[in-house]
Structures are given as C-alpha cells and as structure tokens.
C-alpha cells in the first residue's frame, strides 16, 4: 500500500466554522473537460456609460436621479429583497413543518467609485480606504437601528455569479434575523471559545479565552503553506477547508478584532491594501476580470442591548471570505451539483496547490504591463 499523500490521494476536510466536510480529489483535476464554457468577462469597458443605472447624472431603474457623485455614493436597493418595518404579523403555523417567520430590515448599494471600468483590482489603495469607510459607515447605521440584528456586507463581481451591472458597487443587507450561515460560524466560534486550546502564542479572544481564528490563523502564519498574501496586520490563505477552487479567507492575525467598526487606521490602511494585492492576483491568474462573490464576516451589529450580549458578540472575529467560480481557465468554471447538492462539497486542486498558484501570481496588473 502506497503512502498517504493529500496532493494525490482523495480525502475529507473538516471546516471548524461550519462543521462540514469537503470531499478533495486531487487526481480528477486531470480529466478532460467537454461542458459547458462561459463567455469571457469583458475588460474593455467605458468610462462612463449613458446606458448605466449607476453611473454619476444617470436615472436608476427605479426613476430615481444619482447625484453626479465624485467617490463613493451609497442609496437604498431600488428592488430591495427585504423592507422596512413593520412587517406583518406571521399566520398562524397549519403545522408544525410550515411555519413563517416575517423578517424585516433594508438593503443598501455601495457604488465604489464613479468610473463605470473599474474594479476593486484596478482602484487606487486611497479610493479602496474610502469604501472601507463607507462599510464601517453602514455597518454601524445600519446595526444600530432597533430590531436589527444582523447587517451583511458583500459584493457580486462578474456575471457568472449574477451580478447584473459591472459598475463597481457592493450591498449591504440588514436584517431582524441573524442569517444561517453567519450564525452557525458565530456558533462554533463560541464553542472553541469555551473548550478550544488555544496556541500558545496566538492572540486571545474577549476574557482572555482561545479565539478559533486566532488561532487557526496563526496556525497559518506557522506553516506558510496556504498563504497567498500577507502584511503587517492580514493575512490571505486558501483555508484548508475550501470548497471553491481559488478561495480565500482574509484574517486580521495581530490581535482579536470582532468587526470593521474596531479597525485602527493602520490596519484600515493595510485592508485597502491587501485587497488590491489579492484582486489583483485573483485577474492576473486567467488575465481576465476575475468574478468572485466577496462577503465580510464579523460581530453580527455595532451595539448589543446588554453587556452580556456585547461580551458574547465579540466572540466573532472579522474575516472576508472570497468565493470564486472560475476552475481552469477565463471560461471553465466549478459548478455546485450532483454530489455536492446531495452529499458533501468536493473539489479537484487542493487549497495547498491554488494557494501556490495565487501566490506565483504578479502583484502588478495583466492591464498595467507593458
């Protein structure tokens, strides 16, 4: 029997914030691929499009006027999937398998600069600090209104993951409900919390007990193996547990940091940074304008209504996670289905090879060289 090696032989990973497995199948990233392909992203756009509901001057969908905005601009979501209160009260259950729950809160579009062909990999460090500052902005408007618990930022980028305009913009969804994903990692953040050992040098979460992303980002730092890109204050790695192709995870890794609203400028600075660096590796690796869903993780809101819930809350600690299609090339992408729909997630590289190659990438754009 030949000797176990994870860069050839399928295995299981487990991931600690959700408690779900990830089928890795190395030696099927050999196989020839006959499926289906997807039109490259288009690059070559214009500076500004007349055609464009979020372009400065322009008329939205909705009939409503931007103003002709010079940076950042922000307005409630014409087509909002959820709305102001009050929401109407829940009929009652005709079984206890068929209940509803009414949900309530608002949803928001951050356009990140006003120039229609831009992306986040080709704005400048200064522009990404402003839209930093416009999350942090939102994050705390919108968590500190009454019945919100839950204030979600992220961006779609490309068409593949359903974006229906390239202007460069993001959302943010406040809700009175904390939605199942962030509250499940918030949930096994809290159980390391309490029964976790801690590494010996990582940073401590709130009372001084083990963070679960403290310490598995140190654990990073340690082994240098699913890094694609560091600073003085983040660090951006392929989690061992990634499902997507050319995931990353992006983590604070000097000290315990429950949201963006706890952000020093320094680390504010190295983010606008480290984004750029990570943007722009994700373009250069297909020399195409990489799609990725991008979503930011962290302290469900500002503020809790007691000090107990506060302490609790601060148990979660910030972190992006980028979820991109794209497999083999500008035009082959990973789909979700058949085994992963029915059994467990799968993926063919594993998170140690797509590191390399994310990390082997230029810092400079495909765009910018000569």
Excluded at 79 to 87: C, I
Excluded at 158 to 182: D, R
Excluded at 208 to 222: I, K, N, T, V, W
Excluded at 236 to 260: G, M
Aim: proline fraction near 9%; charged fraction near 20%; hydrophobic fraction near 35%.
């Amino acid at each position: 029997m030949s000797e176990f090696d994870p860069s050839t032989h399928p295995h299981r990973r487990l991931n600690p914030l959700t408690n779900e497995h990830v089928l890795v199948s190395p030696h099927r990233n050999k196989r020839p691929w006959l499926g289906q392909t997807e039109a490259p992203q288009v690059t070559s756009l214009p500076q500004y499009d007349s055609d464009c509901y979020l372009c400065p001057g322009n008329v939205r969908s909705g009939g409503q006027r931007n103003p002709v905005y010079d940076q950042t601009y922000t307005f409630v979501n014409d087509f909002a999937a959820v709305l102001p209160p009050p929401a109407p009260s829940a009929p009652l259950a005709p079984h206890p398998l068929l209940t509803t729950e009414p949900v309530h809160g608002a949803c928001d579009v951050l356009i990140f600069h006003p120039r229609h062909d831009l992306t986040l990999a080709r704005l400048a460090v200064e522009d990404i600090g402003r839209v930093i500052d416009q999350w942090i902005h939102i994050y705390r408007q919108r968590g500190s209104q009454d019945g919100i618990r839950y204030v979600q930022i992220f961006e779609n980028k490309g068409a593949i993951m359903g974006c229906s305009n390239p202007h460069p913009h993001g959302q943010v969804w406040s809700l009175s409900e904390v939605p199942t994903l962030p509250a499940t990692e918030i949930a096994s953040l809290k159980r390391y919390s309490f029964s976790g050992s801690p590494a010996s040098e990582a940073p401590r979460g709130p009372k001084g007990r083990p963070c679960l992303l403290c310490d598995y980002a140190h654990l990073e730092m340690h082994q240098q193996e699913r890094i694609v890109v560091q600073n003085e204050y983040w660090v951006a790695v392929v989690p061992w547990w990634a499902i997507w192709p050319f995931e990353i995870l992006l983590l604070p890794y000097k000290r315990h940091i429950p949201s963006i609203a706890h952000l020093s400028a320094e680390e504010k600075s190295a983010l606008a940074n480290i984004l750029v660096k990570i943007t722009t590796r994700y373009d250069n690796l297909f020399s195409c304008s990489f799609a990725y869903s991008m979503g930011i993780h962290q302290r469900p809101t500002p503020s809790s209504s007691s000090q107990d819930e506060d302490e609790q809350d601060d148990i979660a600690h910030l972190h992006f996670h980028f979820s991109p299609p794209l497999l083999r090339s500008a035009t082959i992408r990973k789909f979700l289905v058949g085994f992963e729909l029915m059994s467990e997630a799968q993926r063919d590289l594993t998170p140690e090879q797509a590191a390399g190659r994310l990390r082997d990438c230029s810092e400079v754009h495909y765009l910018d060289k000569e």
